[in-house]
């Protein structure tokens, strides 16, 4: 008989995790899937067994036919040597170089892994000040390289050009704009901190003195940068030191997430949120925002409060700090607020001096002006935020001139520098796009991108990604950044800093003209005769003070230029300034069953749209819905449920005269009366990646500047869309999954982890990995020498984990994981080696919490209680379990153990029998369903007059020839085939390299053991709060070691004795006792049983 | 009735059985060895686009390999060498040695050009197979292990299976093949021309203790305390020369040679 394993029950009245709000309700559909590691659809019936099993037995038939003629003959193949040495390159190792990613008001500091010229990997640069972990933008950025759908030519109206006709077009421009001083030139740039781009910029300006420059970002911080300067002065930077804030209370500032605040990396943060002995020294975050953000979930307190009242909680806050201009603004706050916010309030001022208040950068200016009186009674400044004096920068005109100077024809030739597109995202686009051809205004668009604005505009030019020009950066402390080129421009786009040059007339764009002998990855054109390069090196000679060669070779190779920071600002700020704009603010009104508001915000994988192209981030899921390859309306489960709606059904959202129709999800923890939109979405043209997925949300804005939009019509649709949710995917049955608790749960039992569930009562697991050579023992029965071996191993705090999907990415890009768009997402088939599970937890619910009888069905919270929802995060990839149920269910010895304690997977061993996924209790692993690297998933063929997916095709689907993409592969992770399955491998490749480099030190010595701690996994590295540590458990100085004796140590379903080799660290949080609510946080599952 | 089948048919059964017997055999044999490495890639012998002789170059005038071959020492790749590495001896301006052969014709062509010469691969491991140079030579394992005596042959040839099994043999028992680092490019070595002393005090100088060289040789228990009586235990135990078994277990024992048989070490 078969035995099926039951896990322990568990008492009903603790708090409990839960994954979806499909798995609270116990829904049909959710627990059909449950025990499955794949959702149904895909075992065949009868019949298609049947005839599978002839269709099959005529293939093979025919295939060993053909294999007997096929093998008669050995394959020539070539080996092509360089025919020159190319410096520093040794064929089969891997180059690093250090550059850096423009991003918004910054530069991410990167280290890039190139394969004989590609670049394949980005990590954070450690040598840099702000160096670390990055965004999964960051990583993903790598695929925008080799896109095949990237911009290659330069457009007129639409029509392809050849380079000549574009330079003709772009002279002519210049030579309109060189006769009238430029009085009819208008250039549109981005929020860009490179000192060339500046500088340039200030010399167009003088060649051109009529020109006018204006500054556009999709989802830019005008009503921010309003504030900051009146209240700091011109050109003031003020820098967030998160490292030494011990309260922070964040106004719906998502600065862990897509709203960065310009300050200190993450870890500095998340440093302070892991202990291993008792102590009353841990940070305390506050938040108040209307949907569940990345900091939402970091948060100790959280409130949901609707957007719209954010400028009064940031009044409130004022005002009990004694700002008397925020009185009147205060004084309309709703029930509830004040209660909230004044313990928290408290508690800042108890921490003078080591307390900072946020504000998101979409709010507007008097929330801004507040935050700054706030900071300032706080004594914020000086001690968490520095203020710092960046070089005076040209004046730039805001979103609204530039449509004033359009309309009243100043305007005649418009340059378009900035990332955002802006036909598609600025504020009433379409107005803008008839604006602009009214008046007959010649817009000339630089962009990577074919989106609207570049098939529309009159000239539109490709531009360069920044992994292929040279470029500088200041980053947000101001450290001077280099950007270096890692390959000649694969479709000879042009950089910014290059068509300013054009614009000044010193540089022709398009493909050098002297073409250079094209040998196979042969490093590019000698820099010098670079005009970027010599302007780079003109500026880096300004900010060094000398143009010293080797600082400038230091600086190029370090990716820094070191002490190169801004300096600290002289004057204080100004707080008699904000009360003007806290003046002017208009009161804002609660919204209400009728008039829901509408808040806009980036969305984690496509930021303001810019990344819609790039199917990794794409396919990543959202971070809080788990959503992928498209957006949705989010709303709160008080109005979702008062509106009787079903997951993924669409509404009609009408904003004024404008109304959009998009698919609503429930989700847990917003505010009601509160649609929560996420920007970015529905473009067309972009690509087959991103062309018509999501809605556009943009289309609601009508004002420059904002994100809240109040006064909205909701209207439900009978539709119902299918999304790709992966919430409900790979899902774990067990208990005691997440463990986390308070800090004062902790100061009274540091062990509280370990004895969470059944796990104090379960004998220790003993690492079966220990013992030497000759030794025999009950654990090591053979005496084999598990000590003269690496023993690798993983800890993932959870404290520090912050739930974004930079791993998963950094793991994708590294491990060579296809994408398999959203018909395979849907089937449960994502390829992801890890995935990050969220739990929502509402702590002590129903009638009677005491009551042991209650059952899920009958007990469930209140929707009200679902908007107070908890929500956490657990990273989640193949545990390298020691004692692994997959290995030993594998018919044909594909997954088997090494010595130095991994999990292997030999994909050219295993048949695809798919029992080693059936019985991982983890749910880790992944099949190849489809050959995702041959044939493209996202596109259709037509087979006979009909249209299928490619996928199903077969061999008359279309094979994938992009070219450019596989040169972004991993060269040392071999690219898997259909029906194998992969996952996990603490990436191998690494360790193996790692030890094969020990062996080149060690030659003829014993000293066989890789150096502490310089080994790192993707995920690890990419990690920008710091929450992996992987090292080996067999070198007791390493920093692994360390993590799993910490208290907080935890394995997942350690009672069914799998021993996994990664472990997690249970999560605390820093509760304040006189906070409403306080006592039901963190409620740890503290049942013994 | 008469008697359907002559009596010849009696045995025609066992006749039978046997033959099959015989012929599975013959098959299994074949495939056993037509069908493997050994049989289908040692001999293979390309012709290549340059008529390169390694007889004579690494041969006769016993350049190293690692002269051209420059990265097997740092890399998991072992680099064919680019024109100018050709040039240093054959280029104008440089030794400027039989520039105008025709035989050089397509190496001066391709300098030119900057188009690669087509070499032709002669030892190709499959896709998932992820070999390292510089994990070998560094530890004792040298290139005539895998190629063959390169010095020998006017055309490179494949001379080892280099198939899964075969590499396992190696990394089961690696002391067949050990030799010190010194001879890894010496294809002609062999351990009977070591003189004992020279390669024991080489142990001694890296600081290896002596008793642990006394019981690598005889075993537990065996002792020694100076240079001059491991020497007499070798003797006793080896005979008068050295002996790729000695020197085998020797570095194998104090380099903690320990070759990965686990999967990873070569599939990823």
Known sequence: MKKIWKHPEEPQNAKRYWRSVAELDRREDFLKNLGREFPEGDTLNEEERENSRREFLKIMGASVGMMGLASCRRPLVNILPYTQHVEWMVPGKSLLYATSMPQSGGAVPLVVTTHEGRPTHLAGNPLHPLGGGIHSFAQASVLDLYDPERSQKPMGAGKELSWAKANDLLASAVAEAKKTSGASLGIVVGDSTSPTYQRLLAEVKTAYPQAKLFQYEAVGGEGQAAANKAVFGAGVKPFVKLGSATRILSLDCDFLGVDPVAGEPISAFTKHRAKEVKTADMNRLYVLENRYTLTGGMADHRKPLAASLIPVAAALIAAQLGDSSAKALADTAPAGLKEWIAPAVRDLIDNKGKAVVLAGSRYGAEVHALVASINSALGAYDSTIELLQAAPAPELGTFADLQAAIAGGQVKTLVSL??????????????????????????????????????????????????????????????????????????????????????????????????????????????????????????????????????????????????????????????????????????????????????????????????????????????????????????????????????????????????????????????????????????????????????????LRKQPGTFVLSGAKIEVLPTIAELGITQDQNTMEGRALYREGTLDTFNKDVAFAQKTGMDGHIPENISFYKGQVGVKSEENPDGFDYEKQHQWGMSIDLSKCIGCTACIVACQSENNIPVVGKDQVRKGRVMQWIRMDRYFAVAKWGKNEVEQESTWAEDNPTPEQLENAEMVHQPLACQQCESAPCETVCPVNATVHTPDGLNAMAYNRCIGTRYCANNCPYTARRFNWFDYNKRNPLIDTTVLGMKVGNLYAGPLGEKREDESLRLQRNPNVTVRMRGVIEKCTYCVQRLESAKILQKQVQRDTKNFRVPTDTVKTACQQSCPAEAIVFGDLADPKSAIVKAKASPRDYQLLKYIGTRPRTSYLARLRNPNKNMPGAENIAVWSNNQY | MGNFFPRWTNWLPLKLAIAVVFIAFGVSVGIAYYFTPKYTRVGYEPTQPVPFSHKIHAGQLALDCRYCHSFGETSSHSNVPTNQTCFNCHGPGKGNIRSNSPKLEMVIKANETGKSIPWVKVHKAPDYVYFNHSAHLNRGISCVNCHGKITEMEVVRHDQPQSMGWCLDCHRNPEKNLRPLEFVTKLDYKAGDLKRADFYKALLDKKVPVGEIATTIAGAGAKAENLEQVLALAEKTYGKDVTQTEVGTQIKKHWQIQPPESCTACHR
């Open chain 1, 418 to 699: 900035t990332t955002a597109s802006l036909y598609y995202d600025a504020p009433d686009a379409a107005a803008l796009a008839k604006l602009v051809s009214d008046k007959g205004v010649n817009l000339i668009h630089v962009g990577t991108q074919k989106n609207v604005t570049a098939r529309q505009a009159a000239l539109h030019i490709p531009a360069a990604h920044y992994l292929e020009t040279w470029g500088d950066l200041r980053a947000a402390d101001g450290t001077y950044s280099i950007v270096q080129p890692m390959i000649a421009p694969l479709y000879d786009g042009a950089s910014n800093v290059e068509i300013l040059l054009a614009l000044l007339g010193r540089k022709k764009l398009g493909p050098a003209e002297a073409a250079a002998p094209a040998a196979a990855g042969a490093a590019p054109a000698a820099p010098a005769q670079d005009a970027a390069y010599t302007a780079v090196r003109d500026t880096f000679a300004v900010v060094a003070g000398s143009l010293d060669e080797s600082k400038w070779n230091f600086t190029v190779r370090d990716g820094f230029l070191k002490g190169s920071a801004y300096a600290k600002a002289t004057a204080a700020p100004n707080v008699a300034a904000a009360a003007e704009f806290v003046a002017k603010a208009k009161p804002a009104a609660a919204p209400s069953d009728d008039a829901p508001e509408v808040v806009l915000v980036a969305d984690s994988s496509v930021y303001d749209g810019r990344y819609a192209n790039n199917a990794w981030l794409q396919e990543a899921p959202d971070p809080v819905t788990k959503l992928t390859w498209e957006n949705a309306a989010w709303i709160g489960s008080v109005t979702f449920r008062r509106l009787g709606l079903k997951e993924g059904q669409l509404v009609k959202i009408t904003v004024g005269e404008t109304a959009i129709e998009i698919p609503a999800i429930e989700a847990p923890g917003h505010v009601s009366n509160s649609i929560t939109l996420t920007l970015g979405y529905g473009q067309t043209g972009v690509g087959v990646v991103g062309s018509g997925r999501g809605v556009n949300a943009y289309a």
